[in-house]
Structure formats: C-alpha cells, structure tokens
C-alpha cells in the first residue's frame, strides 16, 4: 500500500521561507511524477508544482520564482522549497504521486495535507 508522508509545514512571517518533504513508502516502482498542491478554504485545490522522473518541472504561474521543486529518486521522496512567501500562499499543501502510462493516469496517491501559513 502506497503511502505519502509529508512534513515541514509550519507557521512563518511574510518573506521568510519553509522546505516541505513528502517521502513515499509501499512503492516498488519509481513514481513517473510527483507533485505539490495547495488547497485554502472554500477555493480549488490547484497545482503548486509538479516533477517527473526524468525532472521535468512545471510550477503554478502564482509561484513561479520563488518555489523549488526537486526530488530523489532514490529516496521516493519529493521537496518544495518555498522562498519569498506571501500570505496568500497560505493553504493545505498535499503531496502527489502517480504511474502514468502516456497522459492515462493509472495510479494517482496523495498525501494528508501539510498547513503552511504565511503571517503578514
């Protein structure tokens, strides 16, 4: 069983920054992307960044510049670096990882939701 374990979420000032992991476990196979989304209070959860095996990266136009996403193979483990942060970066953030065969995703998991608040 395919589990996501995510950490590093916390509370920080305006400006500051915060690196969230997300490590995965139950997973023979290596996951062909993982990725960051945030989901705040009566809004959509979107896409704050993504990363394939290869290392392909893709970033939410709200977060480019300023976010980091990176991962270990090795390790099925993903982070997000987020520099320069706003307060409206303040949401839940999941980690995702999914098998993907072309653009058909085949195995989508996510994670328990890390908070991350920004204080102005």
């Known amino acids: 069983q395919v589990q996501l374990v995510e950490s590093g979420g916390g509370l920080v000032q305006a400006g500051g920054s915060l690196r969230l992991s997300c490590a995965a476990s139950g997973s023979t196979f290596r996951f062909d992307a993982m990725g960051w989304y945030r989901q705040d209070l009566g809004k959509q959860r979107e896409l704050v960044a993504s990363?394939?095996?290869?290392?392909?990266?893709n970033y939410g136009d709200s977060v480019k510049g300023r976010f980091t996403i990176s991962r270990d193979n090795a390790k099925n483990t993903v982070y997000l670096q987020m520099n320069a942060l706003k307060p409206e970066d303040t949401a839940v953030y999941y980690c995702n990882a999914r098998y993907t065969v072309g653009s058909l995703v085949t195995g989508d998991y996510w994670g328990q939701g890390t908070q991350v608040t920004v204080s102005s």
């Open positions: 990363i394939t095996r290869g290392g392909i990266t």
